[in-house]
């Protein structure tokens, strides 16, 4: 019995030691390894973040102030705080802390349903679309959308590197498809004009 403890133990420790070599490999070589492969560029991505918010009072006043650090051309952003059945102070919290910090492209929007089938996140996103394009305000005004729950925090550049991103990796794929597409269609021209 005392043979099989001992062959149990130095398995788990083979295991263990296996594990802690290759994930101190893992972070030697991402020590060494560039991790950006895009350069900055201008901002130019209009970007709709929607914030869920269900009884977020406690932290929704640092979740805007963390937001207003971002470092994007505030015109081309727009946060909207989605209080969804909220039974605290969330809206009310989040609205003051928005005016204390005086971001014009802020927005508090609160929903109230009765059915408890119809709230949630997948609810609230989906009202939250519903609403802006009531407005025109959605799929016409904006280039990306983001969704962030109600404690996280960001990265100041977040924007400017999604939009870098986007903008750097992108295009060469939308060059690559555009070409096969064209490709395709003069194939298919080219077969009807023949067959006639």
Excluded at 11 to 30: D, N, Q, R, W
Excluded at 48 to 66: D, G, K, M, W, Y
Excluded at 160 to 176: A, G, K
Aim: hydrophobic share 40%; charged share 25%; glycine share 2%.
């Amino acid at each position: 019995m005392k043979d099989v403890l001992l062959d149990i133990y130095f398995v788990c420790l083979a295991i263990t030691l296996f594990y802690a070599v290759y994930y101190a490999f893992l972070g030697v070589i991402g020590l060494f390894m560039r991790k950006q492969k895009y350069p900055i560029i201008e901002d130019q991505s209009k970007f709709c973040i929607f914030v869920p918010c269900h009884n977020e009072e406690s932290v929704v006043a640092a979740t805007v102030e963390n937001y207003t650090k971002i470092q994007y051309n505030p015109e081309l952003f727009d946060i909207y705080f989605l209080a969804d059945n909220c039974s605290d102070q969330t809206a009310e919290k989040a609205r003051t802390a928005i005016e204390k910090a005086g971001m014009k492209n802020f927005y508090v929007l609160e929903r109230n349903v009765d059915d408890p089938a119809k709230r949630g996140k997948p609810h609230a996103l989906n009202w939250g679309i519903q609403t802006l394009e009531a407005e025109d305000r959605f799929y016409n005004k904006y280039d990306m959308f983001m969704i962030l729950d109600a404690d996280n925090f960001v990265d100041a550049d977040i924007l400017r590197h999604v939009n870098s991103q986007y903008w750097s990796i992108t295009r060469p794929v939308r060059d690559v498809i555009t070409r096969r597409m064209k490709r395709f269609l003069r194939r298919v021209i080219a077969t009807v004009r023949f067959r006639r």
